[in-house]
């Protein structure tokens, strides 16, 4: 599986965008994909995921609300509908794939599969 994301830029604080990841290869594979980011000096975190077979999807607390992770299945990607974003909001953003049912959505080792991260900068 190979994964290529795109749509970071920069943006003011209270604006918007919209992260896509287009997937290729073993898609038929894919049982989720999934959304983290990677600020300065911290970890990768989880931000959000949905399923690739059925529409059902999860966030983490920090972006309920503001962030609307979709997918188009005739187009082989997923997308991150970034609004209301915040300065705190800065970082590289990945979006990954993970194959079969091992691990949990939240944790970046239950994913097998990578795109390059975008990087998404929000000024105040």
């Known amino acids: 599986v190979q994964l290529q994301a795109s749509g970071g830029g920069l943006v003011q604080a209270g604006g918007s965008l919209r992260l896509s990841c287009a997937a290729s290869g073993r898609t038929f594979s894919i049982s989720n994909m999934g959304w983290f980011r990677q600020a300065p000096g911290k970890e990768r975190e989880f931000l959000a995921a949905v399923s690739w077979t059925i529409r059902n999807s999860v966030y983490t607390d920090s972006v309920k609300g503001r962030f609307t992770i979709s997918r188009d299945s005739s187009k082989n990607t997923v997308y991150l509908q970034m609004n209301r974003l915040k300065p705190e909001d800065t970082a590289v953003y990945y979006c990954?794939?993970?194959?079969?049912?091992?691990?949990?959505?939240?944790?970046?080792?239950?994913?097998?599969?990578w795109g390059q991260g975008t990087l998404v900068t929000v000024s105040s």
């Open positions: 990954a794939a993970r194959v079969g049912n091992a691990g949990t959505y939240y944790n970046t080792g239950s994913y097998g599969y």
